[in-house]
């Protein structure tokens, strides 16, 4: 554990928005001041990405994050404020950082870091961003816990994807 200080959550954010296009925020939205769908809002593990390329303006606040966020098509003004953020990183490059004394306990307990700190590491502002051949720099495996795809996890029944109705138009003369 280093005794520097480690980056605020807003550098982070803005860090991998400026120098990698995305940044997934990993956030409880039971906390105060937590504006996202209602079918969320009862989410300690909620994710959202963050894209440079989104057409609406992302505010980076001083107390929190705003922006008109798009759920399953549907455009819902999210703000989450940054108390309520445990996580940010890209999940392309692993590049960001984990803030274990905001997560709830049932994360930190269910992903065994009770007294670990999980910080990625995240690239200086002044250097360019990495080769993409180049292989990441090594993240020890306690800090990945929570980023590794568990094979056998779900179930063997799924149901079929949704089609889609066709769209309705017609011509307007």
């Known amino acids: 554990m280093s005794d520097s ?20 925020l990993c956030l409880d939205a ?13 989410d300690i593990e909620l994710r959202l990405i963050l894209n ?12 929190a994050i705003e922006s008109e966020l798009r759920f399953g098509g549907i455009p819902h003004y999210c703000v989450i404020p ?4 445990w996580g940010v990183f890209n999940p392309d490059t692993r590049h960001g950082m984990f803030w274990s004394e905001s997560m ?16 990625l590491p995240v690239p200086p502002v002044s250097s360019p961003a ?3 051949v180049e292989e990441p720099p090594p993240v020890s495996p306690r ?11 779900g179930s063997e029944e799924t149901a079929p994807p949704r089609k889609r109705p066709p769209p309705h138009l017609r011509l307007v003369t």
């Open 52 to 63: 440079r390329n989104m057409p609406q303006p992302i505010d980076i606040g001083v107390e």
């Open 130 to 132: 990495p080769d993409p």
């Open 143 to 153: 800090a990945r816990v929570g980023l590794q795809v568990i094979e056998g996890g």
């Open 104 to 119: 709830p306990e049932e994360v930190r307990a269910r992903y065994g870091l009770a007294e670990v700190d999980v910080s």
């Open 5 to 24: 200080p480690s980056p605020g959550k807003a550098d982070v954010v803005r860090l991998l928005l400026e120098s990698e296009g995305r940044a997934m």
């Open 82 to 85: 940054y108390d309520a953020v």
């Open 30 to 42: 039971t906390r105060s001041g937590v504006m996202v769908p209602r079918r969320f809002a009862k």
